[in-house]
Structures are given as C-alpha cells and as structure tokens.
C-alpha cells in the first residue's frame, strides 16, 4: 500500500514557475513508477508524465514536454513536478499517482493540488 499526498499548488502568473511534491508513505517507495495527470472539472484526466523506479527514464505529454521536468529522490520518498513557463492551459488540479514497475495500471492516487495560472 502507498499512500500520496501532494503539495505545492497555487495561483502564479502566466510565464511563471511553481514545484510540486509528492509525498509517499509505505514501504518499497523506489521500486514503483511515478507519474503526474491533471484533470479539469467535468473533462477527463490527462497524463502530464512519469519516472521510472529507477528514476532513469522520464515520459512527458507534448503539450508540457520542455518546460515541465519530473524528478524523484528515493531518500526522502518524494517526487517532483517543477513547471516553468506556465500558461493558462495548464490550469487544473494535479494528480500524483504510483503503480508498481511490472504493473500497467496506476493503482495509487494522491488527493491533488490545485494549480491555477493567470494572464
């Protein structure tokens, strides 16, 4: 079981940056796979990106590849989302969620943190 609690959202300005965190209790934290969606109200969830376990390989959607970087560190059982170059689009509630490496399903999803970017 993995339990995940996000932090760091907030209001910025557009062309702005904001970190988020992703905070992991239970136990193996490095043997999974981390990822981040993000989701408006009434539209679906959309996958933003992922770090492998071993923190090797990193996949990010099109529409933030290049201004958004994933990292994770094992010690402090934490991921991260830095977003730089933020625009209004990327407004929405942001996701953490976990799957173990051999499984393709994320079975483990935090509560969300709210980004909300201004023009």
């Known amino acids: 079981q993995v339990q995940l609690v996000e932090s760091g959202g907030g209001l910025v300005q557009a062309g702005g940056s904001l970190r988020l965190s992703c905070a992991a209790s239970?136990?193996?934290?490095?043997?999974?796979?981390m990822a981040w969606f993000r989701q408006l109200p009434g539209k679906e969830r959309e996958f933003v990106g992922l770090?492998?376990?071993?923190?090797?390989?990193?996949g990010y959607a099109d529409s933030v590849k290049g201004r958004f970087t994933i990292s994770r560190d094992d010690a402090r059982n934490t991921v991260y989302l830095q977003m730089n170059s933020l625009k209004p689009d990327d407004t929405a509630k942001y996701y953490c969620?976990?799957?173990?490496?051999?499984?393709?399903?994320?079975?483990?999803w935090g509560q969300g943190t709210q980004v909300t970017v201004s023009s």
């Open positions: 969620a976990a799957r173990w490496r051999d499984k393709r399903a994320f079975d483990y």
């Open positions: 239970g136990r193996s934290f490095s043997g999974y796979v």
């Open positions: 770090i492998s376990w071993s923190g090797g390989a990193t």
